[in-house]
């Protein structure tokens, strides 16, 4: 199966051990000086490695690899013991992998492995990334809730619905950019998902609120963006492992612009699964010219 899974850079790789360190899933191991997968079932692809490494040598990129194997993770590293399996427990918490973290406690419960679960439940939301220097903080996988949200009670109170949602904004997650962007991410299980063209968000001035409430984003440019056969696979594997709801491509009047709705039409033919797609066209000025299921 195509996933995310990191990739690293032998050249780079300064044999630090930083990342062997920051691996507690057991991915990674030391052999001739540096860093190497030694098995992709236990990479799940979420990038703790990568702030680790002082000198950029990981990555992530989308590529066939094994499936992620939650329960072989688990039964490898609880010899390590509790502060390991619990450290573990919360890396899939923060990055919102609730399906996993659940598949993790149900087989630790049923071993009898009495653990403080409810330190993991419990913990706070992680505090926002700091970038090193060598690490691009663009593909740390990030659920929150949209701004529209947060506004409080004395506000709305006193305050007109549309005065408060001027400028709110209805973003719910991070990467939005689809080469970064893990298409199995837990913001996308079941989501109606909104793919729209770079230039869409700048033109048509009430974007959030009309097109992006309560929906997962995806942006893409079809003509400058590189590699967009790996943009067909990604919305495959929306549609075939993350049972997205629906699809609206949202593009401009260019013509340019007609390749997304192109790429997601054959993502959707070769899934296998049909789902409502719904295309929507801006027009350079900024007014909706066409909305239409496809």
């Not at 699809?247 to 007609?258: D, H, K, S």
Request: proline residues 5%; negative net charge; aromatic residues 6%.
């Amino acid at each position: 199966m195509k996933r995310t899974i990191i990739k690293i850079d032998e050249e780079l790789c300064n044999g630090c051990e930083a990342c062997v360190t920051g691996c507690h899933e057991g991915a990674l191991q030391m052999i001739d000086g540096k860093a190497r997968m030694v098995s992709e079932l236990f990479c799940d692809g979420l990038g703790a490695c990568i702030g680790d490494c002082p000198v950029g040598a990981i990555t992530l990129e989308e590529r066939e690899a094994e499936p992620y194997d939650e329960i072989a993770v688990i039964q490898r590293i609880v010899p390590k013991g509790e502060k390991t399996i619990l450290a573990h427990l919360k890396h899939l918490k923060d990055h919102d992998e609730l399906d996993l973290l659940k598949q993790g406690v149900r087989w630790l419960k049923l071993n009898n492995y009495n653990l403080d679960f409810a330190s993991v439940h419990n913990a706070p939301a992680p505090a926002p990334k700091v970038a090193s220097v060598c690490a691009c903080p663009g593909s740390d996988e990030i659920s929150f809730t949209p701004a529209a949200e947060k506004i409080p009670a004395f506000r709305m109170a006193s305050t007109s619905a549309s005065a408060v949602n001027e400028n709110a904004s209805q973003l719910r997650h991070w990467p939005v950019q689809l080469h970064l962007l893990n298409p199995e991410a837990a913001y996308f299980k079941g989501a109606d998902v909104v793919l729209a063209a770079d230039c869409v968000a700048f033109s048509f001035a009430d974007f959030h609120n009309r097109f992006l409430a309560g929906k997962t984003l995806a942006i893409a440019c079809p003509k400058l963006d590189s590699n967009k056969e790996s943009y067909i696979e990604k919305i495959k594997i929306m549609i075939q492992n993350s049972f997205i709801n629906t699809l609206t491509v949202i593009i401009m009047e260019v013509p340019c612009c007609g390749g997304l709705i192109q790429l997601a039409t054959k993502a959707v033919n070769e899934s296998g699964r049909k789902i409502p797609v719904k295309l929507i066209v801006i027009g350079t000025r900024g007014n909706v010219l066409k909305e239409e299921w496809v």
